[in-house]
């Protein structure tokens, strides 16, 4: 039997957030264009945060207003609040709102300004709205699998969040390494323990970051648990603008590197993914983090040398 995942690019928003040079609202265009030439049809293009907290995302209703609309794509947008969904909601161009809620009460009051209950009500609030209106809402368990603050994160909270979140039946439920601190046997026994609570109603997520080089090495776990949805960013730019040290995602080129070589299908382009972090390099004036934009894809014989 084939395998089979999705795969969500997330380079125009958690690849762009923490960077401290700041893209044009038509280089975020472009780079969207790149992700869809390659053959993405899932994209989280922006957030609806606070310009000052997060500089990077000023532009957010003007990136929804350039979207090309062609009926074959899910645009997804973040949103930490209330009032960050009704902007989503406002450009009438997007077609997910993507939920975060904090596994631990310090790192959400850094990063949203609420602890978990107040994130989990905010959450179901929005969920159970978007779902009255038809509109697609997902949900992110963000440090999932540790806090720059709190340190660990049992599975149990794991559980005990999704389990209140799938009350308001989100299409989809995440869980984020949003430090990337977490090893595959995390994700095994995470995932794991949301498949037996949750059954297979609510397809599942996994965000990682490669902060501490076992990035890949989740990803393939949560391919063998089952995950649906892996997201990755072109060049393997991104982190948290609120998590100390917390460096960028998985590279998409990376990671489709690993499922092709796996014969897992995914309906992404390998090469297209390397010529857009060589471009993206460029755009950002430095290199970016993506192995595959070193050393390229699976060698050719006669490009094989000894040693």
Same mark, same amino acid.
């Given at each position: 039997?084939? =395998? &089979? +995942?999705? $795969?969500?690019?997330?380079?125009?928003?958690?690849?762009?957030?923490?960077?401290?040079?700041?893209?044009?609202?038509?280089?975020?265009?472009?780079?969207?264009?790149?992700?869809?030439?390659?053959? !993405?049809?899932?994209?989280?293009?922006?957030?609806?945060?606070?310009? +000052?907290?997060?500089?990077?995302?000023?532009?957010?209703? /003007?990136?929804?207003?350039?979207?090309?609309?062609?009926?074959? +794509?899910? !645009?997804?947008?973040?949103?930490?609040?209330?009032?960050? !969904?009704?902007?989503?909601?406002?450009?009438?161009?997007?077609? *997910?709102?993507?939920?975060? %809620?904090?596994?631990?009460?310090?790192?959400?009051?850094? #990063?949203?300004?609420?602890? =978990?209950?107040?994130? @989990?009500?905010?959450? &179901?609030?929005?969920?159970?709205?978007?779902?009255?209106?038809?509109?697609?809402?997902?949900?992110?368990?963000?440090?999932?699998?540790?806090?720059?603050?709190?340190?660990?994160?049992?599975?149990?909270?794991?559980?005990? @969040?999704? &389990?209140?979140?799938?009350?308001?039946?989100? =299409?989809?439920?995440?869980?984020?390494?949003?430090?990337?601190?977490? %090893?595959?046997?995390?994700?095994?026994?995470?995932?794991?323990?949301?498949?037996?609570?949750?059954?297979?109603? @609510?397809?599942?997520?996994?965000?990682?970051?490669?902060?501490? #080089?076992?990035?890949?090495?989740?990803?393939?776990?949560?391919?063998?648990?089952?995950?649906?949805?892996?997201?990755?960013?072109?060049?393997?730019?991104?982190? &948290?603008?609120?998590?100390?040290?917390?460096?960028? #995602?998985?590279? /998409? *080129?990376? $990671?489709?590197?690993?499922? #092709?070589?796996?014969?897992? /299908?995914?309906? %992404?382009?390998?090469?297209?993914?390397?010529?857009?972090? *060589?471009?993206?390099?460029? =755009? $950002?004036?430095?290199?970016?983090? /993506?192995?595959? $934009?070193?050393?390229?894809?699976?060698?050719? +014989?006669?490009? %094989?040398?000894?040693?």
């Amino acid at each position: 039997m084939t =395998v &089979c +995942v999705s $795969l969500m690019e997330v380079s125009p928003r958690d690849g762009l957030q923490n960077e401290p040079e700041l893209l044009s609202t038509e280089e975020k265009l472009t780079l969207i264009h790149r992700a869809l030439d390659a053959g !993405y049809r899932r994209i989280e293009v922006t957030s609806f945060v606070h310009p +000052v907290r997060v500089p990077q995302m000023a532009d957010a209703e /003007s990136v929804c207003r350039g979207l090309p609309q062609r009926g074959d +794509v899910t !645009y997804t947008g973040l949103v930490l609040n209330r009032r960050g !969904y009704d902007r989503l909601l406002a450009t009438e161009m997007l077609d *997910e709102a993507g939920l975060v %809620v904090p596994a631990t009460d310090a790192f959400g009051e850094r #990063n949203q300004g609420m602890d =978990v209950e107040s994130g @989990i009500a905010m959450a &179901c609030e929005v969920l159970r709205d978007a779902r009255l209106r038809g509109f697609r809402a997902q949900a992110t368990i963000a440090v999932a699998f540790g806090c720059p603050f709190e340190g660990e994160v049992t599975v149990q909270r794991l559980v005990d @969040i999704a &389990c209140a979140l799938a009350e308001e039946a989100p =299409v989809e439920i995440a869980l984020a390494d949003t430090i990337g601190v977490g %090893v595959p046997s995390q994700i095994r026994d995470a995932f794991g323990a949301l498949r037996e609570t949750l059954g297979d109603d @609510i397809p599942l997520r996994a965000h990682f970051h490669d902060t501490r #080089n076992t990035g890949i090495a989740n990803a393939y776990m949560a391919v063998e648990m089952g995950v649906e949805t892996l997201d990755a960013s072109i060049g393997g730019i991104g982190g &948290c603008p609120f998590a100390p040290n917390a460096t960028g #995602n998985i590279a /998409s *080129e990376d $990671l489709v590197y690993m499922l #092709n070589r796996m014969g897992v /299908s995914h309906q %992404v382009d390998l090469e297209s993914l390397i010529d857009s972090a *060589e471009w993206l390099q460029t =755009v $950002l004036g430095k290199p970016v983090p /993506s192995a595959l $934009l070193k050393a390229g894809g699976f060698p050719a +014989v006669e490009d %094989v040398g000894a040693g």
